[in-house]
T-cell receptor
Framework: EAGVAQSPRYKIIEKRQSVAFWCNPISGHATLYWYQQILGQGPKLLIQFQNNGVVDDSQLPKDRFSAERLKGVDSTLKIQPAKLEDSAVYLC?????????????FGEGSWLTVV | DAKTTQPPSMDCAEGRAANLPCNHSTISGNEYVYWYRQIHSQGPQYIIHGLKNNETNEMASLIITEDRKSSTLILPHATLRDTAVYYCIVRLGGGTSYGKLTFGQGTILTVHP
């Protein structure tokens, strides 16, 4: 079974520029998550989708971050304008549904460096 | 969500069992215990999860105490490739924000030759 696919794997941008990350979850998974992981810390949830609806975006910095999941499959996470503190790994994850007994699977992540 | 407490680091000899402890004294009845690990530059990898009973799969065993306030992840025969950060997470099973994983700092396990 194919895992969670993410792209690009690495991205370097200057501050105030914009960047977008793409995620394709495991086929049939209704729940999709975006996490941010700053070096030396555990991942932090940014946003959670159930199909194409947002379930939880309480920790998403909405002045610069946006995410969408059109048609309830692929998702994109956008940062505009980027700040130096946005340098992190952006992890996409998916699960069959929101139930806590359903395993969440992570992609390899997209590494962002803002200079 | 219930918080977890893990030692910041542990060492283990290759070929020996690695026993990683986790305290979750405020866990509630509908919260699962999940274990993930993360090897440098990779995404978190699912290991195992349980609610009340002990669980075993091809990677590890999970031992949950009867009062559910603590658990132990056991890697039966550690190899150098098991060197990673191990996260113990209590995952809410109901309510308005159920489903998400909240990561702590984890335990850095180093397996020595």
């Amino acid at each position: 079974e194919a895992g969670v696919a993410q792209s690009p794997r690495y991205k370097i941008i200057e501050k105030r520029q914009s960047v977008a990350f793409w995620c394709n979850p495991i086929s049939g998974h209704a729940t999709l998550y975006w996490y941010q992981q700053i070096l030396g810390q555990g991942p932090k949830l940014l946003i959670q989708f159930q199909n194409n609806g947002v379930v939880d975006d309480s920790q998403l910095p909405k002045d610069r971050f946006s995410a969408e999941r059109l048609k309830g499959v692929d998702s994109t996470l956008k940062i505009q304008p980027a700040k130096l503190e946005d340098s992190a790994v952006y992890l996409c994850a998916s699960s069959y549904n929101r139930g806590a007994g359903n395993t969440i699977y992570f992609g390899e992540g997209s590494w962002l460096t803002v200079v | 969500d219930a918080k977890t407490t893990q030692p910041p680091s542990m060492d283990c000899a290759e070929g020996r069992a690695a026993n990683l402890p986790c305290n979750h004294s405020t866990i509630s009845g509908n919260e699962y215990v999940y274990w993930y690990r993360q090897i440098h530059s990779q995404g978190p990898q699912y290991i195992i999860h349980g609610l009340k009973n002990n669980e075993t799969n091809e990677m590890a065993s999970l031992i949950i105490t009867e009062d559910r306030k603590s658990s132990t992840l056991i890697l039966p025969h550690a190899t150098l490739r098991d060197t990673a950060v191990y996260y113990c997470i209590v995952r809410l099973g109901g309510g308005t924000s159920y489903g998400k994983l909240t990561f702590g700092q984890g335990t850095i396990l180093t397996v020595h030759p």
